[in-house]
């Protein structure tokens, strides 16, 4: 079992930024795939970014290419996406999960672990 933990959310300028981190505790994660997914009220949860196990392979949804970045630190056991150039739209709780395999996808249905998700709200 993987236990996940987002925290760094918050309430931004339009054009600032935030870092959110995802902190597992259980089993180690570097078996993992990881992802973020945010949902904004009254939309379906979306995929925002993901990252491989080793931290060497990375997708992002194309609204957020070149402003957000996902990193990994497998012996911390955390997942960091920073957030840079954040837009009103950005606006959602953002979620991390982890997947019980190497290769990250877009599909929610094939993630295993969730976190409680962490809200950011970005003022215009």
């Known amino acids: 079992q993987v236990q996940l933990v987002e925290s760094g959310g918050g309430l931004v300028q339009a054009g600032g930024s935030l870092r959110l981190s995802c902190a597992a505790s259980g089993r180690a994660l570097s078996a993992h795939a990881v992802s973020w997914f945010r949902q904004a009220p009254g939309k379906e949860r979306e995929f925002v970014a993901a990252?491989?196990?080793?931290?060497?392979?990375?997708d992002y949804t194309y609204s957020v290419k070149d402003r957000f970045f996902v990193s990994r630190d497998n012996a911390k056991k955390t997942v960091d996406l920073q957030m840079n150039g954040l837009k009103p739209e950005d606006t959602a709780v953002y979620y991390c999960?982890?997947?019980?395999?190497?290769?990250?996808?877009?599909?929610?249905?094939?993630?295993?672990?969730w976190g409680q998700g962490t809200q950011v709200t970005v003022s215009s």
């Open positions: 990252i491989n196990w080793s931290g060497d392979d990375t």
């Open positions: 999960a982890a997947r019980r395999s190497p290769t990250p996808m877009e599909t929610i249905a094939l993630y295993d672990y």
